[in-house]
T-cell receptor, first 109, second 114 residues
């Protein structure tokens, strides 16, 4: 499972700022690229996902950017809010999710 | 439509005992995954099952761990002769098709071995 590397490990952002989390993968067979959000004491929940036939997908304040040639995809959170404070995992997959190591995001008011 | 149900939420076992973790997938889902999460770490894939079949157990330790998903009833993750290193949160997820589909997670079972 070392085939997925996520950065940074932790991120502190002021309210209203932009949060950017990156994910690099090795397995070119991956064909589904989701980001999961996990609050303390809870299970992860799907936040947003992209398929490799598009380079960007936006849902509200959340955007995925996908760079197939570089084998990277990133999560951008615009106008970050304190309620966005959570741990974020990339989980590229074919038939099973392989999770990145996680990024702990803290948004301060 | 209830979500993925895991029980118990918390489980305490003494070293050497057996731990049985149960997972009821969402209605209509026939694909189940088990993950282990250590504090401050990511989720490590353990096993992927469909009804009555183990599809991928590449993340399962070779000894003491087993999983099943019978035709009727919940999926069970069994850990025999638990050791302190087994203490972790164990999450179950289910999906409808198992391929490129959203996986829904339960609240997890927190196992503590004393």
């Amino acid at each position: 499972q070392q085939q997925v590397k996520q950065s940074p490990q932790s991120l502190i952002v002021q309210k209203g700022g932009i949060s950017i989390i990156n994910c690099a993968y090795e397995n070119t067979a991956f064909d589904y690229f989701p980001w999961y959000q996990q609050f303390p004491g809870k299970g992860p929940a799907l936040l947003i996902a992209i398929r490799p036939d598009v380079s960007e997908k936006k849902e509200g304040r959340f955007t995925i950017s996908f760079n197939k040639s570089a084998k990277q995809f990133s999560l951008h959170i615009m106008d970050s809010q304190p309620g966005d404070s959570a741990t974020y995992f990339c989980a590229p997959n074919t038939d099973k999710l392989i999770f990145g190591t996680g990024t702990r995001l803290q948004v301060f008011p | 439509n209830a979500g993925v149900m895991q029980n118990p939420r918390h489980l305490v076992r003494r070293r050497g005992q057996e731990a049985r973790l149960r997972c009821s997938p969402m209605k209509g889902h026939s694909h189940v995954y088990w993950y282990r999460q250590l504090p401050e770490e990511g989720l490590k894939f353990m096993v992927y099952l469909q009804k009555e079949n183990i599809i991928d157990e590449s993340g399962m330790p070779k000894e003491r761990f087993s999983a099943e998903f019978p035709k009727e009833g919940p999926s069970i993750l069994r850990i025999q002769q638990v050791v302190r290193g087994d203490s972790a949160a164990y999450f179950c997820a289910s999906s409808q098709t198992g391929y490129r589909s959203e996986a829904f997670f339960g609240q997890g079972t927190r196992l503590t071995v004393v």
